[in-house]
């Protein structure tokens, strides 16, 4: 079963979007978890990785120190925070449960443009 992403949008460069995820069909609490995205005409691109209770947090060099990714596993929900978002950030973006997006659901897709 493929998980569900949801908060995408257009944004102004230098806005803020959260995105959502919420997957099914395996014990969310026990994986890594991974926001990956998709430009056009470009390959899987790995945005950032939580580990299993949240302690530990790693992220591209391209959005460190501007997107934070969380999770919530009361409520089986994984978090994008996206802050100081620049055009580059547009892309379509999934969570999976590998770095290679490997169990992504269909994305959310994310503009950024004036």
């Known amino acids: 079963v493929q998980p569900v992403e949801s908060g995408g949008g257009l944004a102004q460069p230098g806005g803020s979007l959260t995105l959502s995820c919420v997957p099914s069909?395996?014990?969310?609490?026990?994986?890594?978890m991974y926001w990956v995205r998709q430009a056009p005409g470009k390959g899987i691109e790995w945005v950032a990785g939580?580990?299993?209770?949240?302690?530990?947090?790693y992220y591209a060099d391209f959005v460190k120190g501007r997107f934070t990714i969380s999770r919530d596993n009361a409520k089986n929900t994984l978090y994008l925070q996206m802050d100081s978002l620049k055009p580059e950030d547009t892309a379509l973006y999934y969570c999976?449960?590998?770095?290679?997006?490997?169990?992504r659901g269909q994305g959310t897709q994310v503009t950024v443009s004036s």
């Open positions: 939580i580990n299993t209770d949240g302690s530990a947090t």
């Open positions: 069909g395996f014990p969310f609490g026990e994986y890594w």
């Open positions: 999976a449960r590998t770095r290679q997006g490997v169990g």
